[in-house]
């Protein structure tokens, strides 16, 4: 079956640095988001990978490895509005969104 | 403004009680569809629509139906509702080349069913 794997929870403190990851076994790679979902609100689009190798917006980063089945979004400088659930999405073979069932990011002060 | 808007933001209802979520998109977007999201489980799609008068189904259709008569919109329409319907559900549109752009997501609507 097709499957996407992040940790429940993470907690950072304001202005570190944090890595989340993401691993993924799907039918097919037609590439790889990450939504960021502040609680009760809806998902909104952070950043798409299709090729291998790190991309970069601003404070947000994030890194994909095909061979490996894997991805991270990394976050610098965090802020408290950083906390929020990050959702991770592999588009399958039939171009559907896998979905991660999402990473809840506490920032501490 | 480009936006996609659900109504109602909640809803309390009971087991049976024929209701329709409302979504309408304002992008010209091709691609439409309905999520639900409940604790520790993914976002999970009900169903699909990639055109007007095109919908499919998704990993848990049962028990919902929609139509997409126009393309700006998108009901979700619960027949039957029952207390397992309890969730966030979420409206989602992107233009037709959806393997490289992004979902643009509703505010939600939260349904209660007792």
């Known amino acids: 079956g097709q499957n996407i794997d992040q940790p429940t929870e993470m907690t950072a403190t304001e202005g570190a640095i944090v890595q989340i990851n993401c691993t993924y076994q799907?039918?097919?790679?037609?590439?790889l988001f990450w939504y960021q979902q502040h609680a009760g609100e809806a998902p909104t689009f952070l950043s798409y990978n299709v090729l291998d190798g790190l991309e970069e917006k601003g404070r947000f980063s994030s890194f994909l490895s095909r061979s490996k089945g894997y991805s991270y979004l990394l976050l610098k400088e965090l802020q408290m509005k950083d906390s929020a659930s990050y959702l991770c999405?592999?588009?399958?073979?039939?171009?559907?969104?896998?979905w991660g069932a999402g990473t809840k990011l506490i920032i501490k002060p | 403004e480009a936006q996609v808007t659900q109504n109602p933001r909640y809803l309390i209802t009971v087991t049976g009680k024929k209701l329709t979520v409302t979504c309408s998109q304002n992008?010209?977007?091709?691609?439409m569809s309905w999520y639900r999201q409940d604790p520790g489980l993914g976002l999970r799609q009900i169903y699909y629509s990639m055109n007007v008068e095109v919908t499919d189904k998704g990993d848990v259709p049962e028990g919902y139906k929609v139509s997409r008569k126009e393309k700006r919109n998108f009901p979700l329409i619960l027949e039957s509702p029952s207390p397992n319907q309890t969730s966030l559900y979420f409206c989602?549109?992107?233009?037709?080349?959806?393997?490289?752009?992004?979902?643009?997501f509703g505010n939600g609507t939260r349904l209660t069913v007792t």
């Open positions: 799907t039918s097919g790679f037609n590439g």
């Open positions: 999405a592999v588009m399958d073979s039939n171009y559907q969104l896998i």
């Open positions: 992008m010209n977007h091709e691609y």
């Open positions: 989602a549109s992107s233009s037709r080349d959806r393997e490289t752009s992004p979902l643009h």
